[in-house]
């Protein structure tokens, strides 16, 4: 049974950085073809991919967000680690964290909604 | 604006066959990636309801469908049932840019 599970801070002030971590179980991060992503939806909007790491640590990123984002992997923890920079307000939103198999995200954690605000 | 384009709104009595939308372009539908329909109940995480343009995960009903032509998709929903009231998502690739993915801007299903 594959699970995820979304960590991180519900507030952070702007300009901070924010650092998400996303914990799963049953699957392997080494294994081929596996990915896990970030996507986040702005209350009441719609869905925005932010990024994704393959088995073999090739990462993709956002196109309007690379230069804020950074995606790590610990196969150790069975964990993804997402970090942003420079959050602004218009950051405020659930984040999702999902697998992958080099399709649809067929599995998605329960997200975890950030609050950017002084 | 998202790069796919869903109708903000659909509606239809129980019983009934409703449709969403989902346009794209040359650089996604056109280009040949499939489409993946999500279905997000208030207050919960998106779930996938169709993947690779037809295909029902284990679970679905088959009251849901998928169909993808050119550069449209659509999610059909028959036998409509009041606890089908959610939000909609199309997605698929776009290799566009250095490539993404991407979402529609979702469609609120309401039940009447």
């Known amino acids: 049974q594959i699970t995820l599970k979304e960590s991180g801070p519900t507030l952070v002030k702007p300009t901070q950085t924010l650092t998400l971590t996303c914990t799963f179980s049953?699957?392997?991060?080494?294994?081929?073809?596996?990915?896990v992503g970030w996507i986040r939806q702005p209350p009441g909007k719609a869905l925005e991919w932010l990024a994704l790491i393959y088995w073999d640590d090739d990462k993709r990123y956002s196109p309007s967000l690379k230069t804020r984002l950074t995606i790590t992997k610990d196969t150790s923890k069975n964990q993804v680690v997402l970090t942003m920079t420079n959050l602004d307000p218009v950051d405020t939103a659930t984040y999702y964290c999902?697998?992958?198999?080099?399709?649809?995200?067929?599995?998605w954690g329960q997200g975890t909604l950030v609050t950017v605000s002084s | 604006q998202s790069v796919l384009t869903q109708p903000p709104s659909v509606s239809g009595a129980p019983g009934q066959r409703v449709t969403v939308s989902c346009t794209g372009s040359?650089?996604?539908?056109?280009?040949?990636?499939?489409v993946h329909w999500y279905q997000q109940l208030p207050g919960t995480a998106p779930k996938l309801l169709i993947y690779?343009?037809?295909n029902r995960p284990s679970g679905v009903p088959d009251r849901f469908s998928g169909s993808k032509s050119g550069t449209s998709a659509s999610l059909a929903i028959t036998g409509l049932q009041a606890e089908d009231e959610a939000d909609y998502y199309c997605?698929?690739?776009?290799?566009?840019?250095?490539?993404?993915?991407?979402f529609g801007g979702g469609t609120k299903l309401t039940v009447l």
């Open positions: 049953g699957f392997s991060l080494t294994t081929g073809g596996v990915g």
């Open positions: 999902a697998y992958t198999f080099g399709g649809p995200f067929d599995y």
């Open positions: 997605q698929s690739y776009d290799s566009g840019l250095s490539g993404s993915w991407v």
């Open positions: 040359s650089s996604n539908f056109g280009a040949g990636y499939d």
């Open positions: 690779d343009n037809n």
